[in-house]
């Protein structure tokens, strides 16, 4: 399908990098196509970026029938704009979006919306280390229609946004984390495999309460008994015992995550024995006293790893390597911010160039 474009005649000026923080500013243009039943998707195109009108009925706004996805384009040492596995984001969608019975655009079209959008925005690419271009597609139900039932019209759109260096530029931070033993972000059988904005809904009080106890985000346990480890805030969670990294299992509450399978594929090409399996906060304690439990961390996009320094209940809190980030969590940060920053060679074939 080919892409329409047509270009702003009002460019933005461009925020300083260093104040870039996240999701505060949008490049000068979108991608969006259009889904309509019997006809499938078209009038793909790139336009300036606007508020876009929506039916006051359309069904994302009452049934939340939404998906997004989050990824980004780095600049590399070289000066060139490289796309981080463009089409695991893209399958990932396709893969989530039957539970919400919604069509996804074609798995190329995604991945070339993303690449033509980012070539558009070649300026808006900050070049300061740790930085990058966010790029947020988005999946929605268009059709205006009260009845209960999937729309027969979505919208499909990427929206861009640089990102500043998630850290500060001074190495990894560690956050503290509450453990969520109340409410659940999601049950077996849900959404929570999908990147499914629902799912977000369902966790923003529990950060907010984790937040006014002075904890940076929580920790989400299994839906049934409370007891399994799922995931931490909007991240992955690993877990180093002894010298054994353990994670949670994928199921249809655990989100897949591209940086949790990266992380994964470069700690074992490095040696280390990667167990994917339940995790109890029993065995956490049991860890913790015996003293196996060496770090803890969090993967995704945003930060590529975010160490735990911390892991508090009511009444009890776990202390992790002194609270500050360790030795693995380091040498797996750098091992993936090399290979998107094209200082390292990519023998994975994660990286695809974009100019
Ligand atoms: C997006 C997301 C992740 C991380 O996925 P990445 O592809 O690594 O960015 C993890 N958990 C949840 C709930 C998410 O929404």
Same mark, same amino acid.
């Given at each position: 399908?080919?892409?329409?474009? /047509?270009?702003?005649?009002?460019?933005?000026?461009?925020?300083?990098?260093?104040? !870039?923080?996240?999701?505060?500013?949008?490049?000068?243009?979108?991608?969006?196509?259009?889904?309509?039943?019997?006809?499938?998707?078209?009038?793909?195109?790139?336009?300036?970026?606007?508020?876009?009108?929506?039916?006051?009925?359309?069904?994302? !706004?009452?049934?939340?029938?939404?998906?997004?996805?989050?990824?980004?384009?780095?600049?590399?040492?070289?000066?060139?704009?490289?796309?981080?596995?463009?089409? #695991?984001?893209?399958?990932?969608?396709?893969?989530?979006?039957?539970?919400?019975?919604?069509?996804?655009?074609?798995?190329?079209?995604?991945?070339?919306?993303?690449? $033509?959008?980012?070539?558009?925005?070649?300026?808006?690419?900050?070049?300061?280390?740790?930085?990058?271009?966010?790029?947020?597609?988005?999946?929605?139900?268009?059709?205006?229609?009260?009845?209960?039932?999937? +729309?027969?019209?979505?919208?499909?759109?990427?929206? $861009?946004?640089? $990102?500043?260096?998630?850290?500060?530029?001074?190495?990894?931070?560690?956050?503290?984390?509450?453990?969520?033993?109340?409410?659940?972000?999601?049950?077996?059988?849900?959404?929570? /495999?999908?990147?499914?904005?629902?799912?977000?809904?369902?966790?923003?009080?529990?950060?907010?309460?984790?937040?006014?106890?002075?904890?940076?985000?929580?920790?989400?346990?299994?839906?049934?008994?409370?007891?399994?480890?799922?995931?931490?805030?909007?991240?992955?969670?690993?877990?180093?015992?002894?010298?054994?990294?353990?994670?949670?299992?994928? /199921?249809?509450?655990?989100?897949?995550?591209?940086?949790?399978?990266?992380?994964?594929?470069?700690?074992?090409?490095?040696?280390?024995?990667?167990?994917?399996?339940?995790? +109890?906060?029993?065995?956490?304690?049991?860890?913790?006293?015996?003293?196996?439990?060496?770090?803890?961390?969090?993967?995704?996009?945003?930060?590529?790893?975010?160490?735990?320094?911390?892991?508090?209940? #009511?009444?009890?809190?776990?202390?992790?390597?002194?609270?500050?980030?360790?030795?693995?969590?380091?040498?797996?940060?750098?091992?993936?911010?090399?290979?998107?920053?094209?200082?390292?060679?990519?023998?994975?074939?994660?990286?695809?160039?974009?100019?």
């Amino acid at each position: 399908m080919e892409i329409r474009i /047509s270009k702003t005649t009002q460019p933005k000026v461009k925020p300083p990098e260093a104040e !870039l923080g996240f999701g505060k500013y949008f490049t000068d243009h979108l991608f969006a196509c259009d889904y309509v039943e019997g006809r499938g998707w078209g009038d793909a195109r790139i336009e300036p970026y606007a508020p876009m009108q929506l039916d006051p009925a359309a069904g994302v !706004l009452h049934y939340g029938q939404a998906m997004f996805e989050g990824s980004k384009a780095f600049r590399g040492v070289d000066g060139r704009v490289r796309l981080f596995r463009p089409e #695991a984001h893209a399958r990932r969608m396709i893969a989530g979006a039957p539970r919400l019975c919604m069509p996804t655009p074609p798995e190329a079209l995604m991945v070339e919306a993303v690449r $033509a959008l980012v070539k558009v925005e070649l300026d808006w690419v900050p070049r300061s280390e740790g930085t990058s271009l966010y790029l947020r597609p988005t999946l929605v139900a268009t059709e205006g229609f009260l009845g209960v039932r999937p +729309s027969r019209e979505y919208r499909y759109f990427v929206i $861009a946004s640089p $990102a500043g260096n998630y850290f500060g530029g001074k190495g990894l931070k560690s956050v503290r984390i509450w453990v969520e033993t109340q409410d659940v972000r999601a049950p077996r059988g849900g959404l929570g /495999s999908t990147k499914a904005g629902a799912n977000y809904a369902a966790s923003l009080k529990s950060a907010q309460d984790a937040k006014k106890r002075g904890f940076d985000q929580v920790l989400w346990l299994d839906g049934k008994d409370h007891e399994y480890v799922e995931e931490v805030g909007t991240m992955n969670v690993c877990f180093l015992l002894g010298s054994t990294l353990v994670t949670p299992p994928l /199921s249809d509450s655990i989100l897949a995550g591209v940086t949790r399978d990266s992380v994964l594929t470069l700690a074992r090409d490095q040696g280390l024995t990667v167990e994917e399996r339940p995790i +109890s906060l029993k065995e956490l304690r049991g860890a913790q006293q015996s003293g196996e439990l060496k770090e803890i961390f969090g993967t995704g996009t945003a930060a590529v790893i975010s160490p735990v320094g911390e892991l508090a209940f #009511a009444g009890e809190s776990l202390v992790i390597n002194g609270g500050k980030p360790g030795p693995v969590a380091e040498q797996l940060y750098t091992a993936v911010c090399d290979i998107q920053r094209g200082l390292k060679p990519d023998p994975y074939g994660w990286m695809q160039l974009v100019d």
